[in-house]
């Protein structure tokens, strides 16, 4: 099994502040995904990355996949209390499976 | 609207009471998957269905069982919860890969939160 860790668990910050958050792995995968979670609700895709060394960007926040597609990170500049959230990384291998193995996660607070 | 519904979002049932959560999605996936959440243990999979009548193991699949009789349903079912079952767990689904270099976004349910005393 494929394991996906995540750092830091918990981070609490100002708001304004920049941060970023870890993926890592000693697995390939095909692709990588960010999810955000809400209390109370279920996770929603923020960006999927398949390229190795892919960077992409959405509004504040910057995801990228590592150049051997093993680790990614994610980078929020000027953090606001609506990105407080849990954020989950998520890794697909093999096609035609469809399987996701997801991080331990890390919740993110905002302070405002 | 595009979603994945879940049901009940809440339950609470005492030990060895055969239950099943309902999951239903209205985009046509053709790929549905259950996970449990567990706090320091992220989200792990219990079973799968690539398609109709074709499930399968997923990550911890020990004390569940699923059907997937048509498209858009795919039911958990607990012949005998244990305390050990309690979880938050969501139902996903997504589009099947038709080819390599393309990722399935999966969408989740609400979330169904069960507590076996």
């Known amino acids: 099994t494929q394991l996906l860790e995540q750092s830091p668990q918990f981070l609490s910050i100002q708001e304004g502040e920049n941060l970023t958050v870890y993926c890592n792995s000693s697995?390939?995968?095909?692709?990588l995904q960010w999810y955000r979670q809400e209390p109370g609700e279920g996770p929603v895709l923020l960006v999927t990355v398949v390229t190795g060394g892919e960077v992409k960007k959405l509004k504040r926040l910057t995801f990228q996949f590592g150049d051997a597609r093993k680790d990614s990170s994610l980078h929020i500049t000027a953090a606001q209390p609506g990105d407080t959230g849990l954020y989950l990384c998520?890794?697909?291998?093999?096609?035609?499976?469809?399987?996701?193995?997801f991080g331990t996660g890390t919740r993110l607070t905002i302070i405002p | 609207e595009a979603q994945v519904t879940q049901n009940p979002r809440y339950l609470i049932t005492v030990t060895g009471k055969k239950l099943t959560v309902t999951c239903s999605q209205n985009?046509?996936?053709?790929?549905m998957s259950w996970y449990r959440q567990d706090p320091g243990l992220g989200l792990r999979q219990i079973y799968y269905s690539m398609n109709v009548e074709v499930t399968d193991k997923g990550d911890v699949p020990e004390g569940y069982k699923v059907s997937r009789k048509e498209k858009r349903n795919f039911p958990l079912i607990l012949e005998s919860p244990s305390p050990n079952q309690t979880s938050l767990y969501f139902c996903?689904?997504?589009?099947?890969?038709?080819?390599?270099?393309?990722?399935?976004?999966?969408?989740f349910g609400p979330g169904t939160r069960l507590t076996v005393t």
């Open positions: 985009m046509n996936h053709e790929y």
């Open positions: 998520a890794g697909e291998t093999n096609f035609g499976n469809e399987k996701l193995t």
């Open positions: 996903a689904s997504s589009r099947f890969r038709d080819r390599v270099g393309l990722a399935s976004e999966q969408y």
């Open positions: 697995s390939v995968f095909s692709s």
